[in-house]
C-alpha cells in the first residue's frame, strides 16, 4: 500500500497512524502468504480459523472490543476497526472477513449485553480462542427486517426460537450467534429482540453451506425449538431492531473500508502492469486513456477514504449517529470501488479474467459488498430520509 498520505489528514490521531503502520508491517508477514494460497470453498473454513487465530495472537482482535473486556480502547473505536479492515483486504478479502466478524458478532453484546453476557463471550473473541457470528438476514427477510419471521416465544426463565436465518457469515465454524427474532411486542420491527446462541444449542442445526463466487464461510441456520435461556436476551424485549440497527451504525462504515482496501490494491496492481507492459512499442503506462482510467480510479479511491473517514471521526468523536454519513460511506466506496477494481481488471485485458490474478480475484471479492449491511439501493433510500428529515428539521 505505497499510498499512505492519507493517514496525515486530521481525522486520525497518532495512535491511529501507529496501528496503521503496524498493522501494515504484520499483515507483510504473516497475511501474505495465506493471500497467496488458493482460496477454493474447501480451504476457507480452515484459513478463516487460521485468520482468527493470528489476529488474536497479533493483539488485532482488541481493536473488536471495549478495554473493560479485553480491547484496546473503553469504547469501540470506529477509525480503529476502519484503518484495520482497510489495511487486511488489501491483502486478501478474508482477513478482512475475519477481522470484521469479530467485531459484528460481539458488537450487539458490546452494546446492549449485560455484565455476565460480556465477560464470558468477548474475551474469549479478542484473544482469538473463539469466533463469532450475526444472524439477521432470512430467506423472505434480508433488507426487510420488519419482514422477520424467526421467533422466540417465552417459555419460562428461557425462549424458544423458530425459524431460519440465512448468509450468515461464519456460519458452520462460529462458537455463537447473536441471533435476532419475533418476540412480539409490536407490530413490524419494533417487535424484535435479540438473543446469544451457543453453537452447539440443541435445536441449531447448519442446514446448508452457501458456495459464492468469492469463497467465504457462509450458512443457512435452521432453529427447531432451539431453547435459550432468558439470560441470554440483549437488552429488553423489543429492543431487537434498536440494536441491530446501532451495531450496523457502526460497522457499516468499515464495509465501505473493506472496499477502499481492495480498490486500493486493484490501482497498485494495475499501475504496476501498466508499467511492464509494452504495446505498440510502447508501456501501457505511457497511453493517455490508461493515465485517464488511473486518474479517475485515484480520485475516486480519495473521495471514498474522504467519505469513510469522515463517518468514522464523526462516530468517534462527536458521539452521535451516523446513520446518513455511513450509508453514503458504503454507498459510494463499494459501487465506486468496484469502478475501480473493475478498471483494473480493463487495464490487465485477457489476464484480467483468469483466475489466479489478483485483479480477478479482487473483481470477485468486491461485489458482496454492494450487498451485505445493506444494500446499495438500500442506501440511497437511508441517505435520502435523513437529508430530507435534516431539511424538513431546519425549516
Known amino acids: 500500500m505505497p499510498d499512505t498520505s492519507f493517514l496525515d489528514w486530521p481525522f486520525f490521531d497518532d495512535a491511529h497512524r501507529t496501528q496503521a503502520r503496524d498493522l501494515r508491517a504484520w499483515a507483510e508477514r504473516e497475511v501474505r502468504p495465506i493471500a497467496d494460497e488458493p482460496h477454493d470453498h474447501a480451504a476457507v473454513d480452515d484459513i478463516c480459523r487460521r485468520l482468527v487465530r493470528l489476529l488474536g495472537d497479533g493483539g488485532w482482535l482488541e481493536y473488536a472490543v471495549p478495554a473493560s473486556h479485553g480491547g484496546r480502547f473503553e469504547q469501540l473505536d470506529v477509525r480503529s476497526l476502519a484503518i484495520a479492515r482497510e489495511t487486511l483486504a488489501y491483502y486478501t478479502g478474508l482477513a478482512d472477513f475475519a477481522f470484521a466478524m469479530q467485531g459484528l458478532g460481539t458488537g450487539s453484546i458490546t452494546l446492549a449485553g449485560h455484565d455476565t453476557l460480556k465477560d464470558r463471550y468477548l474475551p474469549p473473541v479478542a484473544r482469538g480462542d473463539a469466533i463469532a457470528a450475526f444472524a439477521l438476514s432470512e430467506p423472505e427477510g434480508g433488507s426487510d427486517v420488519a419482514a422477520m419471521r424467526?421467533?422466540?416465544?417465552?417459555?419460562?426463565?428461557?425462549?424458544?426460537?423458530?425459524?431460519?436465518?440465512?448468509?450468515?457469515?461464519?456460519?458452520?465454524?462460529?462458537?455463537?450467534?447473536?441471533?435476532?427474532?419475533?418476540?412480539?411486542?409490536?407490530?413490524?420491527?419494533?417487535?424484535?429482540?435479540?438473543?446469544?446462541?451457543?453453537?452447539?444449542?440443541?435445536?441449531?442445526?447448519?442446514?446448508?453451506?452457501?458456495?459464492?463466487?468469492?469463497?467465504?464461510?457462509?450458512?443457512?441456520?435452521?432453529?427447531?425449538?432451539?431453547?435459550?435461556?432468558?439470560?441470554?436476551?440483549?437488552?429488553?424485549?423489543?429492543?431487537?431492531?434498536?440494536?441491530?440497527?446501532?451495531?450496523?451504525?457502526?460497522?457499516?462504515?468499515?464495509?465501505?473500508?473493506?472496499?477502499?482496501?481492495?480498490?486500493?490494491?486493484?490501482?497498485?496492481e494495475a499501475i504496476a502492469y501498466a508499467n511492464k507492459r509494452e504495446a505498440f512499442g510502447s508501456r501501457l503506462a505511457d497511453f493517455q486513456l490508461i493515465q485517464a482510467k488511473i486518474a479517475e480510479m485515484a480520485v475516486k479511491i480519495d473521495a471514498a477514504a474522504l467519505l469513510i473517514y469522515r463517518s468514522a471521526w464523526t462516530k468517534d468523536v462527536k458521539q452521535t449517529r451516523v446513520t446518513r454519513e455511513s450509508a453514503m460511506a458504503k454507498l459510494y466506496a463499494t459501487d465506486e470501488g468496484q469502478s475501480v477494481i473493475d478498471e483494473a481488471v480493463q487495464i490487465f485485458g485477457g489476464l484480467g479474467v483468469m483466475v489466479g490474478n489478483k485483479a480477478e480475484e479482487l473483481y470477485r471479492e468486491i461485489r458482496a459488498l454492494r450487498i451485505y449491511e445493506g444494500t446499495s439501493e438500500i442506501q440511497k433510500l437511508v441517505i435520502a430520509g435523513q437529508t430530507t428529515a435534516a431539511l424538513g428539521a431546519g425549516s
Open 150 to 268: 424467526t421467533t422466540a416465544a417465552r417459555d419460562g426463565n428461557h425462549f424458544v426460537i423458530n425459524g431460519t436465518k440465512t448468509w450468515i457469515s461464519n456460519g458452520g465454524i462460529a462458537d455463537h450467534y447473536v441471533v435476532f427474532a419475533r418476540t412480539g411486542e409490536a407490530p413490524g420491527a419494533k417487535g424484535l429482540s435479540a438473543f446469544v446462541v451457543d453453537a452447539d444449542t440443541p435445536g441449531l442445526e447448519i442446514a446448508d453451506r452457501i458456495d459464492v463466487i468469492a469463497p467465504h464461510p457462509l450458512a443457512t441456520l435452521e432453529f427447531k425449538d432451539c431453547k435459550v435461556s432468558a439470560e441470554h436476551l440483549l437488552g429488553q424485549p423489543g429492543d431487537g431492531f434498536k440494536i441491530a440497527m446501532a451495531t450496523l451504525d457502526i460497522f457499516r462504515t468499515t464495509v465501505g473500508a473493506a472496499a477502499l482496501g481492495l480498490a486500493r490494491r486493484a490501482l497498485d
